[in-house]
Nanobody, 120 residues
Framework: QVQLVESGGGLVQGGGSLRLSCAAS????????MGWYRQGPGKRRDLVAVITSRGNTNYADSVMGRFTISRDNAKNTVYLQMNSLKPEGTAVYYCNADLGTVAGHCRSYWGQGTQVTVSS
């Protein structure tokens, strides 16, 4: 059974920092693109950042220069360092990864989500 487990959310004051982690586990063969999405209250789920297996990254304009995505391929883990957080960043943050299993399947997986609350 393949799963993504997130950690690192919480409450932070505006201007503060948080680091999210997401570890993929199970019968994995490969971890391809991994990324973070967020969904604020009453809003759709939007891409925050994504990183390929080769380390190429892409960010939403709203977080460019403040957030950094990285990964440890040996641990099948992706991180999101969030600096200069703003109240509008309050949302549930979801990890997403394109994973290949030893059974030969490849599909997109989602984590359970972690709440990030930024106070003003």
């Amino acid at each position: 059974q393949v799963q993504l487990v997130e950690s690192g959310g919480g409450l932070v004051q505006g201007g503060g920092s948080l680091r999210l982690s997401c570890a993929a586990s199970g019968s994995l063969f490969s971890a391809n693109a991994m990324g973070w999405y967020r969904q604020g209250p009453g809003k759709r789920r939007d891409l925050v950042a994504v990183i390929t297996s080769r380390g190429n990254t892409n960010y939403a304009d709203s977080v460019m220069g403040r957030f950094t995505i990285s990964r440890d391929n040996a641990k099948n883990t992706v991180y999101l360092q969030m600096n200069s957080l703003k109240p509008e960043g309050t949302a549930v943050y979801y990890c997403n990864a394109d994973l290949g299993t030893v059974a030969g399947h490849c599909r997109s997986y989602w984590g359970q989500g972690t709440q990030v609350t930024v106070s003003s």
